[in-house]
């Protein structure tokens, strides 16, 4: 059974910086893209940002480049979101999602498996 679990949400000012961590569990992930998404109140879920568990490879969205990083620690079974430059809009409920194959995939509904949510909040 996959299970994802985020953590380290919270509220932050405009230009401030947070980390969020998707812990994996389950299965052998080495064959996996993970990736972040968000969805903002009265807004679909967009995608944020994707690696691919084997050979780091990473994808982002037009909105954080340069802004966002993410990362993986294969020891750990976790994946990073470092999110700088924080703005208003970037305020969404980041979910963390896995799917077998392929990074090109940006799809909410290409990801089988999902986080619960972790709340990100920018205040101006």
């Known amino acids: 059974q996959v299970r994802l679990v985020e953590s380290g949400g919270g509220l932050v000012q405009a230009g401030d910086s947070l980390t969020l961590s998707c812990a994996a569990s389950g299965r052998t992930f080495s064959s996996y893209t993970m990736a972040w998404f968000r969805q903002a109140p009265g807004k679909e879920r967009e995608f944020v940002a994707a690696i691919s568990w084997s050979d780091g490879t990473t994808s982002y969205a037009d909105s954080v480049k340069g802004r966002f990083t993410i990362s993986r620690d294969n020891a750990k079974n976790t994946v990073y979101l470092q999110m700088n430059s924080l703005k208003p809009e970037d305020t969404a409920v980041y979910y963390c999602?896995?799917?077998?194959?392929?990074?090109?995939?940006?799809?909410?509904?290409?990801?089988?498996?999902w986080g619960q949510g972790t709340q990100v909040t920018v205040s101006s």
């Open positions: 999602a896995t799917r077998y194959g392929s990074i090109r995939y940006r799809s909410p509904a290409q990801y089988d498996y």
